[in-house]
């Protein structure tokens, strides 16, 4: 599967932003979907993941409350809502997809299989 992730760019502090990331190839109901982000010189993060059918979805701590991941299967694409932005949410963000036939879902990075290209946020204080 093929990922482009889009949706990124400039806002200030309090703003929202809405990433999108679509994805062609196999089945796309087949993956769990993740976010991810990375800021220069530190590992990329867990930001989001969401199960591949039953919606449900999980968060690192840090965006629980204001970030929300969900999916359009039929659009094969999953999206990333974010309000209440923040600087230190400023990052590369990241989609990727694990294919699983069970539930799957994870915030470990090395699960997930394919990766797309990434898209900068930055957030101004």
């Known amino acids: 599967v093929q990922l482009q992730a889009s949706g990124g760019g400039l806002v200030q502090a309090g703003g929202s932003l809405r990433l999108s990331c679509a994805a062609s190839?196999?089945?796309?109901?087949?993956?769990?979907m993740g976010w991810f982000r990375q800021t220069p010189g530190k590992e990329r993060k867990f930001v989001a993941a969401?199960?591949?059918?039953?919606?449900?979805?999980y968060y690192a701590d840090s965006v629980k409350g204001r970030f929300t991941i969900s999916r359009d299967n039929a659009k094969n694409t999953v999206y990333l809502q974010m309000n209440g932005l923040k600087p230190d949410d400023t990052a590369v963000y990241f989609c990727?997809?694990?294919?699983?036939?069970?539930?799957?879902?994870?915030?470990?990075?090395?699960?997930?299989?394919?990766w797309g290209q990434g898209t900068l946020v930055t957030v101004s204080s």
């Open positions: 969401i199960s591949r059918s039953d919606g449900s979805t």
């Open positions: 190839g196999r089945a796309f109901s087949s993956y769990v």
């Open positions: 990727a997809a694990r294919y699983i036939t069970g539930f799957g879902v994870t915030a470990k990075q090395n699960d997930y299989d394919y």
